[in-house]
């Protein structure tokens, strides 16, 4: 079965440092997607980042930073010198090579203070 | 462009009542899918079209159905409202069915069942 794990139901960090949340995921497929989204106190979920199961070099988006290793079946998302406006809920998801349907983690409420 | 649009935002309803719930995609995008989100978990996958088929369905009673018109636009229907079903409806469109595109969320209609 398919099943996303983020441990880290808060952090609460002070602006300007850095942050990192957890991902940890389970599947038996081979190819697969691996998806970061943020949502705002607005509800919208954002996009932030797609990832598929063969490519495991790093990104590096501005602050935004993903660091996948398919060895610890880990997708771990990276905010450097945080922000304010950081501040939502971060959602790690999986979905299968041949459908949209995305498995998502129960999510890691960020808190960033002045 | 337009993002995915979703109508009606907020929607307060009856036990035993039905609802009906719209999504306009991205201009171009084919696949439609739709995701309840009850307060402080992640998103949980109900239904994705393509092309005015179903593609695929999550785990959720037959009180809840949907449907892709020509244009890509899709409605999300549950009868019989429960207390349960009070939650964030999220749609989410992308250009294909697999999970090799990034899918894009729309604001969401908060539905509230009294």
């Known amino acids: 079965a398919q099943k996303v794990t983020q441990a880290q139901t808060e952090i609460s960090v002070v602006e300007k440092e850095d942050v990192t949340l957890d991902c940890v995921y389970e599947t038996r497929d081979t190819t697969y997607y691996l998806f970061w989204y943020k949502q705002p106190p607005s509800g919208e979920l954002v996009f932030l980042i797609r990832?598929?199961?063969?490519?495991?070099q790093n990104e590096i988006s501005g602050r935004y930073s993903w660091n996948f290793q398919k060895s610890t079946s880990s997708f771990n998302f990276t905010i450097t010198a945080s922000q304010v406006v950081d501040s939502a809920v971060y959602f790690c998801?999986?979905?299968?090579?041949?459908?949209?349907?995305?498995?998502f983690g129960t999510g890691t409420r960020l808190q960033v203070f002045p | 462009d337009a993002g995915v649009t979703q109508s009606p935002t907020h929607l307060i309803k009856t036990r035993g009542q039905q609802v009906t719930l719209r999504c306009s995609p991205i201009s171009g995008h084919k696949s439609v899918s739709w995701y309840q989100q009850v307060l402080g978990q992640g998103p949980q996958f109900i239904f994705q079209?393509?092309?005015?088929?179903?593609?695929g369905r999550g785990n959720f009673p037959d009180r809840f159905s949907a449907r892709q018109f020509p244009n890509y636009s899709s409605e999300l229907n549950v009868n019989a409202l429960l207390l349960g079903d009070s939650a964030l409806y999220l749609c989410?469109?992308?250009?294909?069915?697999?999970?090799?595109?990034?899918?894009?969320f729309g604001p969401g209609t908060r539905l509230t069942v009294t």
């Open positions: 990832r598929n199961s063969f490519d495991e």
């Open positions: 079209y393509y092309e005015k088929e179903e593609r």
């Open positions: 989410a469109s992308s250009l294909n069915r697999a999970g090799a595109y990034e899918q894009y």
């Open positions: 998801a999986l979905s299968e090579w041949n459908t949209d349907k995305l498995i």
